[in-house]
């Protein structure tokens, strides 16, 4: 009888220890695999952007860092990281981009995280946006994308590389003065072109008036 009664004290106090971990981090369940939401890949001026939505049902707070590895045939040529926090323990966010392999591909200026200061719904808990940028990797085949938590567990994706390459992205341009990529507001490319069509229908009515 004590025996069993023992064993049972073990069980719920590893279930109340797993609860506690999750709390701490958002939700308060025991802990989940994150997945992803959505993936957009696209292409800008002499840049890529990888959008991920990551999803974690212990909170977007569970998510350590994120990963991209590029690969060439079975080597890899690149290597970059996003840092959530200095170490699992910790609950200070860096937000640190850095490219751990490759040749000054990643532009981290450009990249991004974003989640949500509100706990109002479950996407406002759990999700996570983490955007990449960098400068087309030359011969890259496939991305793998990996996404750890506290516990770590990860999500893993493959993406065929090559496939979006002729996906264009109109936020990223690259100015001929600097030569870097830079991001811009996507009206602008609409806005500007609005405004040269107006200038030069002025300039065909003022010349005709001239004329007369």
């Not at 064993?7 to 797993?18: D, H, Q, Y």
């Not at 981009?97 to 200061?117: A, M």
Request: one cysteine or more; aromatic letters at 12%; hydrophobic letters at 40%.
């Amino acid at each position: 009888m004590k025996r069993g009664f023992l064993i049972v004290t073990f069980i719920v106090s590893l279930l109340l220890i797993n609860t506690a971990k999750a709390s701490k981090a958002g939700v308060g369940v025991i802990n989940v695999t994150p997945t992803y939401k959505s993936i957009i890949l696209s292409n800008g001026e002499n840049a890529v952007e990888v959008k991920l939505s990551i999803s974690d049902y212990n909170s977007w707070k569970d998510i350590y860092k994120v990963e991209i590895l590029a690969e060439s045939g079975n080597k890899e040529c690149a290597h970059f990281v996003f840092m959530h926090y200095e170490s699992k323990d910790s609950f200070n966010e860096i937000n640190l981009f850095k490219e751990i392999e490759g040749n000054d591909y990643l532009i981290p200026e450009l990249c991004d995280v974003k989640r949500s200061l509100v706990e109002k719904t479950i996407d406002d808990r759990c999700l996570i946006n983490v955007t990449f940028v960098f400068k087309p990797i030359p011969y890259c085949t496939k991305l793998y994308i990996i996404a750890y938590d506290r516990e770590d567990e990860k999500a893993t994706l493959n993406i065929q590389y090559d496939f979006y390459q002729d996906q264009r992205n109109e936020e990223i341009i690259v100015p001929f003065w600097s030569g870097e990529p830079v991001k811009i507001s996507p009206d602008l490319p609409n806005a500007f072109a609005g405004s040269l069509s107006l200038t030069f229908a002025a300039f065909i009515l003022f010349k005709r008036r001239g004329r007369r």
